[in-house]
């Protein structure tokens, strides 16, 4: 009826369960949500996954944080707004005064939007003076941006979505892109399909992708690098490279060449696995193909060499020419919906946003234009460092927003005591978390949902997302409550709405000096590089790779062998990765009632040959033991692992038994990314369950 017709309201927002990027309508009365349209997204057009068409009742779950929360001994009370900022914004005056800047760390989060995330940065440097700020790319993506980095200038996708679909060949690995990243999955698919691509996977899991490959491979846990490199020797020794491509385009061959020589194939079977004979084929393969695009993930970054590994994708581009035309290129496919944002707006220990070393003279002279503070030079201490500082007594007080560090971080034991020895800890996020439990004070945060913004797809892909619904009662938007601290602590911050924080960002950023609100009207989108006349770069390096001779270099990466492999204690290979059906450690997806029944709790995959060696049957409990932690899970046993390997998900209902209970503190050799899928455990039945 038209009176009803009044009330229902259509608004468009951005996917918040990962970096796909898909856009759609959301039609509510109030706050309920009758449904999702998608229609005009430029990554999804009329699709979506379960989690973005179903996964949204949790705004409305009556485990909503709706009042802030004042540690009070053993307990939390219940506090005003005015009184938990108050004493958040006294505490860090005091503790700066008492023990310096430094003694403050600060965690923005990847679902938070650009504008929030660059707040926060802002905050640590300006308000605070610490470089003491990271965001979750630490433990995810930021080994393929620094491999990026090295070789080709920019640490983000080569292209879109779309041009990953005109690749004549599209090679994933370590990468479960059916679950994780599942329109985008679905869009390789149709290609394939359609006769246009072929897909290789490379993964040590047979996941759904892999089941539709035309060629899967397995190789041994932590070898990519070997593989790859061994498939460049072979390229480069027999003629079949790019030779103009390289004389034109690219420095550094002489000193690559040398940096591969002992990568026999001989020896790449016997490191990774895979038969000599294979390799050569897929060398071949690969220097004939019309395009390749190289799709990665966890599987390579959350290792010791993750950077290393990422650089060895990047230099096989290189040398085959296949960088800078439709369907080639490097696509590192980012987990949380603004990862990449995250990693733009500046959340880093070392740069401010858009990639800007704080100590290069003339990002240190726009600053100061801009701010009124002049920026440290020095690094500061990235997520993974925190919890030993904290130990040590020189981290005091740490803010997280959005992010569920007791679950997602590696060795997550090892956190609970650096949480315990911090002074004053400020947890941000819609509900009670398990990192909230260590909390001095606990802020309630606005959903996506409820605010606007922007957000960055895996693609550079800037979109709005508009205001479906009213905060919930007694939230607020993450850039409000840290506008509000900073004005407590004497900022001149003027904001009204994140607009305005979207134009400060376009001053301090060569990426975003064309990026306006304007622009990004309803479904208008832009991928960064954007120029001043708005014009934006969906496809990179077509004309020149981002060195100043424009061109890329070759990078001499180093193979780092597993730091964990198994001894007779620890016999087994553990691998985590996500559920379709959920994101992340799980906090939000659990609190939709239909996803929550169909998935309801993590679980252990057991080869079906580790099974009737164990006599093991599934649904059984059993108990996984590291030297780090023990949790106990039901085993499921299936296919898709073989051997002595293990996956566990890491959306877990229960901390007790998160994976990362397991996991050790070993990292990527560069960016200090927990090397999470490098751990071994042994497997014990329980009976008694
Ligand atoms: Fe959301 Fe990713 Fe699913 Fe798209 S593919 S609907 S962005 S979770």
Known sequence: SAARDRYIKKTKTVCTYCGVGCSFDVWTDERHILKVEPGLGHANGISTCVKGKFGWDYVNSGERLTTPLIRDGDRFREASWEEALDLIAWRFGEIKAQHGPDALAFVASSKSTNEEVFLVQKFARQVIGTNNVDNCSRYCQSPATKGLSLTVGIGGDSGTIRDIEQASLVITIGSNTAESHPVLA??????????????????????????????FIRPKPGTDFVWISAVNKFILDNGLEDAAFLRDRVNGLDTYRESISTYTLDYAE?????????????????????????????????????????????NMLLITGNYGRTGTGAYPLRGHNNVQGAGDMGAMPDQVSGYQKVGDPMVVEKHQREWGITLRPERGLDNTQLMDAALEGTLKSLWITGEEMSLTDANANHLAEGFEALEFLVVQDLYFTNTARYADVVLPAAASLEKEGTFTSTERRIQRLYRVMEPLRGTKADWEITLAVAQRMGADWTYSHPSEIM??????????????????????????????????????????????????????????????????EFDLHLNSGRMLEHFHEGNMTFQVHGIAEKAPDAFVEVSPELAAERNLQSGQWVRLVSPHGAIRLQALVTGRVSGNELYVPLNVRKAENAVNRLTGSQGDSQTNTPAYKDTSVRMELLHDV
Not at 519 to 534: F, H, I, K, N, S
């Open 186 to 215: 679905t869009r390789v698919k149709r290609a394939q399909k359609l006769g246009r691509t072929k897909v290789i996977v490379f993964d040590l899991r047979e996941h759904e992708m892999a089941t539709r490959a035309d060629q």
């Open 270 to 314: 016997r490191e990774t696995g895979i038969p000599a004979a294979t390799l050569e084929a897929l060398a071949r393969q690969i220097a004939a193909e019309e395009g390749v695009c190289v799709l990665w993930a966890m599987g390579v970054t959350q290792q010791c060499g993750g950077s290393d590994t990422s650089a060895a994708i990047s």
């Open 503 to 568: 134009a400060e960002i376009a001053r301090l950023t060569p990426y975003f000096t064309g990026v306006t609100y304007d622009r990004l009207e309803g479904y208008q989108t832009l991928c960064w590089p954007v120029a001043e006349d708005g014009t934006d770069t969906p496809l990179l390096y077509t004309e020149r790779f981002n060195f100043p001779d424009g061109k890329a270099v070759l990078y001499p990466a180093a193979y780092k062998p597993r730091q964990d492999p198994p001894t007779a």
